[in-house]
């Protein structure tokens, strides 16, 4: 009879990929509540239950590494990623209860803005993610994690605008705190989608 040491698959790249789903769900939910200019109660907790899915994902992630001898990946790399991922949602989270917190007109032209290039960050996140385990799809994952640059670039673009007509227009020092906060946190979530295009370039980097 064989033995054989290998450990029972543990699939990381499916509950990586469930991860980037579920802030796929979290920025379009986002996205649909910014055009419609309110955070309402039910929208707030529909993006908080996304959040407290990616967090259970996370902790499920770090659970199976610690009772996983082989990897498909470096260890370091798979945390590095679920954690870096399940920031993403924390921030969309974030920018939720804050807007509804400030009572703030969300359906702002460059919120509007954000809100599409986030989508659209994590919906390219989410594509090299579902790849980033197929060696022969390395070229496509990089494609995508190059878009996710050019929208962070974009979001650059965007706060600079939004912050320069917040100076010139908005003359209630309070509303120009509100809204420079909200523009800020919406750009450092575009940095964060970027750092994990950064981390998994280095994965393919590592295993090309």
Same mark, same amino acid.
């Given at each position: ?49 996304? $959040?407290?899915? !990616? #967090? ?8 199976? =590494?610690?009772? @996983?001898?082989?990897? &498909? %990946? ?77 929208? $962070?670039?974009? !979001? #650059? ?8 007509? =917040?100076?010139? @227009?908005?003359?209630? &020092? %309070? ?34």
């Amino acid at each position: 009879m064989s033995i054989s040491f290998m450990p029972k698959e543990v699939k990381f790249f499916d509950y990586l990929n469930m991860q980037a789903e579920n802030i796929v769900k979290a920025a379009d939910c986002f996205k649909h509540a910014v055009k419609k200019g309110s955070f309402d109660e039910e929208t707030v907790k529909k993006i908080k239950n996304f $959040e407290h899915e !990616g #967090d259970t994902l996370a902790h499920e992630i770090v659970d199976m =590494l610690n009772r @996983t001898f082989i990897t &498909p %990946i470096d260890r370091e790399d798979i945390y590095s990623l679920a954690n870096i991922l399940d920031d993403i949602i924390d921030m969309v989270n974030s920018m939720s209860g804050r807007i509804r917190l400030y009572k703030l007109d969300a359906s702002d032209d460059h919120m509007v803005q954000f809100a599409e290039t986030i989508d659209q960050s994590a919906q390219a996140l989410a594509n090299a993610v579902k790849h980033m385990h197929d060696t022969k799809r390395a070229r496509r994952v990089l494609d995508y994690c190059i878009e996710v640059n050019r929208l $962070e670039n974009m !979001g #650059d673009q965007i706060r600079e605008k939004a912050i320069g007509r =917040l100076f010139d @227009t908005e003359k209630d &020092p %309070i509303m120009v705190i509100k809204w420079k906060e909200i523009y800020e946190a919406a750009e450092a979530t575009l940095d964060t989608c970027e750092h994990v295009a950064k981390v998994i370039e280095a994965i393919l980097v590592k295993h090309g």
